[in-house]
């Protein structure tokens, strides 16, 4: 008999696939010979990058990319230094991640393992189950509240209780979450950090948290000072548009930030996109101005689609997910026809929604011609 190098791969490997993401523009032009495309898959930000960003690596490159021969500050002194100002909270209780993806699977290897479980919503973000099995952790996966639940296909925190148990590593919590939108009220995550055993380690996911209103927004960063057990996870990859950059970081106990940089890679993050994130850091007017659109442009599209008789989920993020009554993925596809590119949620178990990230407003419009188009063929 002999032996493959997939038999090699431990257990947790086999239960995993490479992750898809939404599908690059580059890749429609090849394929269709189109020219304008319209992007509405990954939850970018329509508005592109923030301008303090794009001035900040301007100046960094007309400097002649001075430092970039040299090994980027492993401690991220600068930006930390940024974030702990703005956070109000010590710099030691910081962790930089190159995205906040990283910061993730961190923590999968610090407190996951064979023998150990990790707990998160179906329909929750696909990056959960990876890390997790990734490390060879069980995944328990928590059924959603119902499709006529007051926040439909949302986290289940009750049911997250009945999934804990003695070998609980860590639970992800995303709130809003991805695909889905929806979101937790704040006392209801305060109640579950009061019921989860204080040796669970509670991720709270907050990629989103900048397009909740002010009075859905919970303020986890108090939290942290009640909840040693707490690690809250953001991005600068949404809001101030650098997904394409990679960075994000997590708020924790002093504790939990020692014990993740220990397996951190010590320079995770590079020296350009700390640098941008500095500057993003002082750019106050993009983020009101993307969250203050995304508000009017995300009513009025889910307004839209209601129109269609595509019933929305509530969503607090920059994308709504619909009910298209029907698979998806062929309207996906006939969509990608039209030059327009959104998500189908198959592979999240939700055959018959799709995903559209919130656009400009030219966008939104040229995304609902196309929905036109293809429905009436459909
Ligand atoms: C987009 C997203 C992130 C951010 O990932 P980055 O690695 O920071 O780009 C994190 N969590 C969720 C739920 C997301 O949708």
């Known amino acids: 008999m002999s032996i493959t190098l997939s038999d090699q791969a431990h257990a947790?490997?086999?239960?995993l696939h490479t992750?898809?993401?939404?599908?690059?523009i580059e890749d429609l032009k090849r394929e269709l010979g189109l020219t304008s495309i319209v992007k509405l898959a990954s939850n970018e930000n329509p508005f592109g990058t923030a301008p303090a960003?794009?001035?900040?690596?301007?100046?960094?490159?007309?400097?002649?990319?001075?430092?970039?021969?040299?090994?980027?500050?492993?401690?991220?002194f600068a930006l930390k230094h940024k974030l702990a100002e703005r956070h109000d909270i010590e710099m030691s209780r910081i962790t930089l991640g190159n995205g906040s993806n990283d910061v993730l699977e961190l923590t999968a290897r610090v407190f996951l393992g064979p023998g150990k479980n990790a707990v998160?919503?179906?329909?929750?973000?696909a990056v959960y189950p990876i890390v997790a099995r990734a490390v060879n952790a069980e995944t328990r996966v928590v059924p959603a509240l119902g499709a006529e639940a007051d926040m439909p296909y949302g986290h289940d925190l009750d049911g997250f209780l009945e999934h804990i148990d003695e070998n609980t590593g860590v639970v992800f919590i995303a709130s809003p979450n991805n695909p889905t939108?929806?979101?937790?009220?704040?006392?209801?995550?305060?109640?579950?950090?009061?019921?989860?055993?204080?040796?669970?380690v509670v991720v709270l996911d907050e990629a989103y948290l900048e397009y909740q209103a002010d009075s859905e927004r919970p303020n986890s960063r108090a939290w942290l000072e009640r909840y040693p057990n707490l690690i809250v996870t953001r991005t600068f990859s949404k809001i101030?548009?650098?997904?394409?950059?990679?960075?994000?970081?997590?708020?924790?106990?002093?504790?939990v930030a020692d014990l993740i940089n220990r397996v951190r890679q010590p320079f995770n993050v590079n020296i350009v996109a700390m640098h941008c994130a500095e500057a993003a850091l002082a750019d106050d007017d993009f983020v009101v101005y993307s969250t203050e659109t995304n508000a009017v442009q995300r009513a009025s599209l889910s307004q839209e689609l209601e129109a269609?008789?595509?019933?929305?989920?509530?969503?607090?993020?920059?994308f709504i997910t619909f009910d298209c009554g029907r698979a998806s993925t062929p309207l996906f596809d006939a969509m990608l026809r039209e030059g327009v590119i959104?998500?189908?949620?198959?592979?999240?178990?939700?055959?018959?929604?799709?995903?559209?990230?919130?656009?400009?407003?030219?966008?939104?419009?040229?995304?609902?011609?196309?929905?036109?188009a293809v429905l009436a063929g459909a």
């Open 12 to 15: 947790g490997i086999h239960g």
């Open 19 to 24: 992750y898809v993401p939404g599908k690059p």
């Open 53 to 76: 960003v794009k001035r900040a690596l301007a100046a960094f490159a007309s400097e002649g990319g001075n430092d970039l021969h040299r090994y980027p500050d492993g401690n991220g």
């Open 120 to 125: 998160f919503s179906q329909y929750a973000f």
């Open 181 to 200: 939108g929806t979101w937790l009220a704040p006392g209801a995550i305060e109640a579950f950090m009061d019921a989860v055993p204080a040796g669970v």
């Open 240 to 255: 101030y548009g650098m997904a394409g950059l990679r960075v994000g970081y997590a708020l924790s106990s002093a504790e």
């Open 308 to 318: 269609r008789g595509l019933a929305c989920l509530p969503s607090q993020a920059n």
């Open 342 to 372: 959104v998500r189908p949620l198959a592979s999240y178990e939700m055959p018959e929604h799709l995903r559209v990230t919130v656009g400009s407003e030219e966008e939104n419009r040229i995304f609902l011609t196309a929905l036109d």
